[in-house]
Every structure is written in C-alpha cells, then in structure tokens.
C-alpha cells in the first residue's frame, strides 16, 4: 500500500472556467431552497444554537456543513486520485476536490483559509442572471431573433429547412398555424445544429494556432457562464452564443482553449488568448455588455 505524502495538501482553484454573465446587469438574488440550493443556499448566519440542516445538492447528495465565524457554509465533497485540493464554485454552489488521503479537518483549514475568495464568488453567482428572465420571443410566423449578431426571420410553410444568407431568412417545413412549441423546438435545433458546426471549426483554427488538442468538445445549456475548460482538456461551449457575431464566438473559444497552456486567469494566460486573438479585450467588453435581447429566451 502506498504511504501517503506527510506534507499538507496544496489548493487549487481548479477546473476554471470562464466566469461570464448572460447579461450585463445581475438581478437581486432569489430566495434558496433546501431541494435546490443556490448559492446563497452555499452560506446563511446561523439562526439559532442549533447546527443547521444541510441542504441537498441538485443531485440529491447531502452537502457538509462548515461553520466559519458567523456564516455557515455548505459543500459538497469529492475524493479523486488528484494530488492538491481542488476548489470550484458554479451556480450549484462550492465544491470540493481533494485526495482520498486527506482528511477532513485539512479540507476544513484549506476552506478556512481561503473563505474570503469562496464567500465573494459564492455572492456573485447569487446574483447570477439565472433569477432574471430572459427576453421573449414570439413563437409565429414572422419571428425575430438574432443569429451572429444579425437578426434572422422565421418564416414558415416552407417545403424544407433552409436558411437564405441574403435574406437572414430561415425557412421551416411547418404549417402556418404549427403552435409555438413546435416553431421554438424546430428553430432551437437549428440553431443549435449550427453552433455544433461554426465552434467546431472556430475551435479547430485557435487550437491549431495556439498549437494545443483538446479531448472533447461539446455544447452547453448553462444559464451562468458562457464556456468551461477541464484539467482533462474537455471543453463546453454555451450554444447561445450562436446569437452573438463571429468575434464573441471567437473570443469565447480562444479563452477556454487558452486554459489547456494556463489553468488560471494570470497575466501569462491573458498573454496566451492574446496571442491567438489580439483583439479580446474589445470582444469581452461586448460580451460583458451586451443588451438582453440579444439572448433571447429560448
């Protein structure tokens, strides 16, 4: 049996990702459930001596309870054969990464000292614009929405599926009074179609660029963040980003392809998106400030 390392593990903040909102401005925060703990859930003054009750995570898995000062923090745990302590935080809270060696009371005084940074990212993703509704369209003949950054038409009672660049028109094989669930499946899976096929090619031009392969890549619903980049080199893309024009799109690639050189968010790996995409700084101002309708809900 391998002896475990004597020293205290390291911490990570691991599995970066890109830390994006869907809109420019953050809603107030919604009131948290103990069935679907957000990420004030994550974090409460006690109300009374008594421990508090863990919240369940959206799997159903029960959440650890830390006590720090007057906050309560709730977590949930992973053990793999990684070698540091591994820290992420999405819109379902804190999780931690550590080794099957390290025990407990190591995990707790890694949380502890790291608290500051947990609590304020905890705080933004409470704010996140998952609690703010996103633009509606009408689901008809005749519907609006934006597809790389220009409006496009549906139009229905087409004999197939076709797109007409000149126009911005997109035909659909549907009777004129189809209701609006069927518009919106038929012309989310277009769209989604189409952003499987444009980040693939843009992601196979920056990874040849930058010189790095990825493992996998794979479209992401995520209403939190646009794009995520494991350790293990797996990229999510977030398919609404096919409303936005190319150079979001390849601003977004560029960053998540950029962590497989630096897992961080340091100089040297802003250096590295810059190097394959020197305009990123313009990209990511548009994106953080972009209008609400141009993710329309969908």
Known sequence: MQKPPTQRPSAALDNRQLDLPLFAEPAPAATPTADSPSPSAQFAPPTSSAPPKAPLAPDGTKLRTLVLGSRTLYYRLKRSSRKSIGFAIDGSGLTITAPRWVTIADIETAIAEKQRWIF??????????????????????????????????????????????????????????????????????????????????????????????????????????????????????NWRLIHFPLSIVDYVVAHELAHLREMNHSPRFWQTVESIFPEFREARKQLKQHPPEMVPGI
Not at 191 to 201: C, D, N, V, Y
Not at 211 to 219: D, N, Q
Request: glycine share 8%.
């Open 120 to 237: 304020a990212k905890l705080t933004e993703w409470q704010t996140r614009v998952e609690q703010r509704a996103l633009p509606h369209v009408e689901w008809r003949d005749g519907a609006e929405l934006p597809y790389l950054g220009k409006p496009m038409r549906v139009a229905l009672g087409a004999s197939m599926l076709a797109f007409d660049e000149e126009t911005r028109v997109l035909a659909l094989p549907l009777p004129m009074n189809a209701d609006a669930q069927q518009i919106k499946d038929r012309v989310t899976g277009w769209l989604q179609s189409e952003a499987t096929r444009i980040f693939g090619e843009r992601l196979a031009v920056y990874a040849e660029k930058l010189g790095v392969g990825f493992r996998s890549y794979a479209l992401s619903s995520a209403m939190t963040r646009w794009g995520s980049c494991s350790s293990e080199g797996r990229i999510r893309l």
